[in-house]
């Protein structure tokens, strides 16, 4: 187990419906990522979160949001979801000092969201 | 941008065979590479890290290299089993661009008994 764990598992959502998922990182990480990823493709990059602020972001709109906590949890955001917000969405924290950047990403197990 | 290419899409394979994972990249300018292994509906496992001054790493019946130049990474396997089946990612970080991972579309391997 990689100690990034990611709540709730699974969620079923109407379209238009605003969502939270959470993430908790792995002990002693400081940095947070979230990924979208649809069925049989790679994740996607969504944002990144360190010491609680937003560090980059993907080619996301902006009703996907997010919060890193001074615990460096984390939450991911969709409001007004969408059909092709369907997909499963993965955690990953590691650790960032300065401009150290060679560092290995745990993932979490996912959240699946389904919207209908 | 920087764009990863993994080839092939998917593999099926007999046990006991030995395979090669290929993952290409287009932005040679990267800190590091990591392979993960993905088991359908589950999130990622990391299996090995190679930094960009590295060539290669190995765990257990799993080897990966580098090669920055030509912005290609292998992942090779030994004597599969029929346990290694899952979907194999590999996944970049480029500079300048944070801690963000870049994947590939991944390779869908199923071993045999």
């Known amino acids: 187990e990689t100690g990034v764990t990611q709540s709730p598992t699974h969620l079923i959502k109407t379209r238009g419906q605003q969502v939270t998922l959470r993430c908790s990182s792995q002990s002693g990480h400081n940095t947070v990522s979230w990924y979208q990823q649809a069925l049989g493709q790679g994740p996607q990059f969504i944002f990144q979160?360190?010491?609680?602020?937003?560090?980059g972001r993907g080619n996301f709109p902006p009703r996907f949001s997010g919060l890193q906590f001074p615990n460096y949890s984390s939450e991911l955001n969709v409001n007004a979801l969408e059909l092709d917000d369907s997909a499963l969405y993965l955690c990953a924290s590691s650790l960032a000092q300065g401009a150290l950047r060679n560092t290995e990403a745990f993932f979490g197990q996912g959240t699946r969201l389904t919207v209908v | 941008k920087q764009e990863v290419t993994q080839i092939p899409a998917a593999l099926s394979v007999p046990e006991g065979e030995n395979l090669v994972l290929n993952c290409s990249f287009t932005?040679?300018?990267?800190?590091?590479l990591q392979w993960f292994r993905q088991d359908p509906g589950k999130g990622l496992t990391s299996l090995l890290l190679?930094?960009?001054?590295?060539r290669e790493q190995t765990s257990g019946r799993l080897n990966a290299s580098l090669d920055k130049s030509s912005g290609r990474s292998t992942l090779y396997i030994a004597a599969s089993q029929p346990g290694d089946s899952a979907t194999y990612l590999c996944a970049v970080i480029r500079r300048n661009a944070g801690n963000m991972l870049t994947f590939g579309g991944g390779t869908r391997l199923m071993v045999k008994p």
């Open positions: 979160y360190y010491r609680e602020e937003e560090n």
């Open positions: 190679i930094q960009s001054s590295q």
């Open positions: 932005d040679s300018a990267i800190y590091n």
